[in-house]
């Protein structure tokens, strides 16, 4: 069974840092693309990164023009892990922050598990 | 910016079909289109991947097509419990990301 369980969200002043972790489970990971989506509250979902899988020897990683530049997206194979470090954080960042996999390896957009989520406050 | 388009709202009454359109540009909707499900308090649920492919567990009530740079979601016997907002998404090629649609609140009359 496929899981992901995302952790690290909390509260933080704007101008301030975090790391979102998302510990997968159930798949080969290292194979597949992995994704970060955010919703703001009351608002809709909005896509923030993903990196590639394996599948060539460079991973690839891409960014929402709202946060490239601010965020950055790693993954840490031998942990089964993806991480999102947050930098420069603004009030405009709160959201729930979802990682999510696609169906294929290289699916960025059809997304068919997601973690629960986890919440990211900024504010003073 | 890339844009996907959605009616804000849509709604039918029980047993009804109901179709919501997700519209793009050449950059956004040349790729394959997927389409989501998300209840209140929970995570988003994939209906349709690949303009028109439903993941295992997703009943045919549930349909997908393309045209061009439109895309549709359809669903037929409408049932209470379908009462969700509803995405649509895709690969942006300009953005080399993936652009969401901006939610249809679908009701159930």
């Known amino acids: 069974e496929v899981q992901l369980l995302e952790s690290g969200g909390g509260l933080v002043q704007p101008g301030g840092s975090l790391r979102l972790s998302c510990a997968a489970s159930g798949f080969t990971f290292s194979s597949h693309a992995m994704t970060w989506v955010r919703q703001a509250p009351g608002k809709g979902l909005e896509w923030v990164s993903a990196i590639s899988g394996s599948g060539s020897n460079t991973y690839y990683t891409y960014y929402a023009d709202s946060v490239n530049g601010r965020f950055t997206i790693s993954r840490d194979n031998s942990k089964d892990t993806v991480h999102l470090q947050m930098s420069s954080l603004r009030a405009e960042d709160t959201a729930v922050y979802y990682c999510?996999?696609?169906?294929?390896?290289?699916?960025?957009?059809?997304?068919?598990?997601w973690g629960r989520g986890t919440l990211v406050t900024v504010s003073s | 910016q890339s844009m996907l388009t959605q009616p804000p709202s849509v709604s039918a009454a029980p047993g009804q079909k109901v179709t919501i359109s997700c519209s793009g540009g050449?950059?956004?909707?040349?790729?394959?289109v997927s389409w989501y499900q998300q209840l209140p308090g929970t995570a988003p649920k994939l209906l349709i991947y690949d303009n028109n492919k439903r993941p295992s567990g997703i009943p045919d009530r549930f349909s997908g097509s393309r045209s061009g740079t439109s895309a549709t979601l359809g669903i037929t016997g409408l049932q209470t419990g379908d009462e969700a907002d509803y995405y649509c998404a895709t690969w942006d090629s300009s953005l080399s990301g993936v652009a969401f649609g901006g939610g249809t609140k679908l009701t159930v009359l």
């Open positions: 999510a996999k696609g169906v294929n390896y290289g699916d960025y957009s059809g997304l068919q598990y």
């Open positions: 050449r950059s956004s909707l040349g790729n394959y």
